[in-house]
C-alpha cells in the first residue's frame, strides 16, 4: 500500500472514498506489470470517473460511472479524444477483464491481496455455484487461496494453493445443483492435506 500511496496523493485520491481508491489501486497495481503508467484520473461532476493510461507514446483513456454509493458500475468506455491508440485500449481492457480482485488491507506493511471474486452473471444463473464457492473459501485458512475457477459443463474447477502446493480439482453437480463427485486431477494436485481439507467442506456443503 506504500507504494501506491504517492500515486494516490498525486491525483488527489487520497480523500476519495474507499471504493473509487480501491478502483484506482486495482488499475494500478496490474498495469505497472505491463509497464502502462496512470497518467491522468479525473473526478468529473458525481458520477463519473476518467482515466488516461500511458506506454511510452501511447495513450488510452477510459470513463466510468459510479452510483450514489461511489460503487462503480460494470460499464465503460473509450474517450476517443484522448486515445492515440486503439491497441492500447484493447490491451487494458483484455488485462483488466482476466484480473483477480484485489482486496487492499490498509492495516498491513504489505497492503494489497489479490482474490479471486465470483462471476456475477454465474451466480444468477446457478446460485448453488456461489454457495460452493462461499463455502469453500470461508472454509480456508489466511495462507490457502482460490486462485482460478473454470465453470465446465456440469463441474467446478477450482485451483487452490497453499505455501507454493496447489491442487486442482473439479466439483461435479447434476442438473438439480446436487454436488457429486469432488476429483483432484491427475498430476496437478500435490498437496494431500489441501485435498483433504476441500472434500471435508464439500462433504459438510451437502448435509447442509
Do not use: M
Amino acid at each position: 500500500i506504500y507504494e501506491v500511496l504517492p500515486e494516490l496523493e498525486k491525483f488527489g485520491l487520497a480523500d476519495q472514498p474507499l471504493t473509487i481508491q480501491d478502483h484506482f489501486i486495482h488499475r494500478w497495481y496490474y498495469l505497472r506489470k505491463q509497464y502502462i503508467d496512470i497518467h491522468a484520473w479525473q473526478k468529473v461532476g458525481n458520477y463519473e470517473i476518467r482515466y488516461i493510461f500511458r506506454r511510452e507514446g501511447q495513450t488510452a483513456a477510459f470513463k466510468y460511472w459510479v452510483n450514489r454509493k461511489n460503487v462503480f458500475k460494470n460499464s465503460f468506455q473509450k474517450l476517443p479524444a484522448q486515445t492515440n491508440s486503439d491497441e492500447l485500449f484493447e490491451t487494458i481492457t483484455k488485462i483488466l477483464k482476466n484480473t483477480t480482485a484485489i482486496i487492499v488491507n490498509r492495516n498491513n506493511v504489505e497492503g494489497i491481496l489479490t482474490q479471486i471474486e465470483f462471476d456475477i452473471s454465474i451466480e444468477e444463473e446457478k446460485p448453488f455455484l456461489k454457495n460452493l464457492f462461499d463455502n469453500i473459501s470461508k472454509g480456508l485458512s489466511d495462507d490457502e487461496k482460490i486462485t482460478n475457477i473454470q465453470h465446465l459443463e456440469y463441474r467446478e474447477r477450482y485451483t487452490i494453493e497453499k505455501n507454493g502446493r496447489s491442487c486442482v480439482i473439479d466439483f461435479e453437480y447434476d442438473n438439480s445443483g446436487f454436488f457429486g463427485r469432488v476429483l483432484p486431477l491427475v498430476k496437478k494436485c500435490d498437496s494431500p492435506e489441501l485435498l483433504a481439507k476441500i472434500k471435508s467442506i464439500v462433504n459438510s456443503l451437502k448435509k447442509s
